[in-house]
């Protein structure tokens, strides 16, 4: 059963676009949700987390919406650029234990 | 930031033989650490976790005597691949949660090719 689900599989924007990747949970449990960014042949890259008390957090280009109603959060990826072509998992915990990931999404943004 | 390194960061070997893969949190302390295991264009999978000075939690369908992890200290989580052999070959991750503040820290990989 997968624990968290993500969506779209794959997402290609031009230069400038705002890239949005969703994920949604069911287990109201989860407090900790962590987005990461992994590019090829490398280990995953923490972006940017939030906790179910703010709707919203922004890091730079990188914004996490968060539904706790809805149990969904999605990143935002203001000005994209080429170089943020990577693959975004989102994921999902409780009390620091054990990640639940989303399978991914391949994100390509074009000159 | 937190950094966590693994080392080797690739290795081809025979098949039959063993390999070791240390996980080390370089400037932190880290309880606990997460074995994964990732074939290309897919999720992470969860193969294990690692406790420090206790037997590590596999999941199901990991062969732990095939997958022997030992966490002996605060900083260092190292796997084994025992008797590897070419549908071992994968991408090996390990990742280590701050003790202090629950999130995880990710190494960079090692590439495993058994021929």
């Known amino acids: 059963q997968q624990q968290v689900k993500q969506s779209p599989q794959s997402l290609i924007v031009q230069k400038g676009g705002i890239p949005i990747i969703n994920c949604a949970y069911e287990n109201t449990a989860f407090d900790y949700f962590p987005w990461y960014q992994q590019f090829p042949g490398k280990g995953p890259a923490l972006l940017i987390a939030i906790r179910p008390d703010v709707s919203e957090k922004k890091e730079g280009r990188f914004t996490i919406s968060f539904n706790k109603s809805a149990k969904q959060f999605s990143l935002h990826i203001m000005d994209s650029q080429p170089g943020d072509s990577a693959t975004y998992f989102c994921a999902a915990s409780m009390a620091g234990n054990q990640f639940y990931f989303g399978t991914g999404t391949s994100l390509t943004v074009i000159p | 930031g937190a950094v966590v390194s693994q080392h080797p960061s690739w290795v081809i070997c025979k098949s039959g033989t063993s390999v070791k893969i240390e996980c080390r949190s370089l400037?932190?302390?880290?309880?606990?650490m997460f074995w994964y295991r990732q074939f290309p264009k897919q999720s992470l999978m969860l193969m294990a976790t690692s406790n420090e000075g206790s037997k590590a939690t596999y999941e199901q369908g990991v062969e732990k005597d095939k997958f022997l992890i030992n966490h002996a200290s605060l900083t260092l989580s190292t796997l084994t691949v025992t008797s590897a052999h070419p549908e071992d070959s994968s991408f090996y991750i390990c990742s280590a949660r701050d003790w202090e503040w629950g999130e995880q820290f990710f190494g960079p990989g090692t590439r495993l090719t058994v021929l």
């Open positions: 400037d932190f302390q880290a309880t606990t």
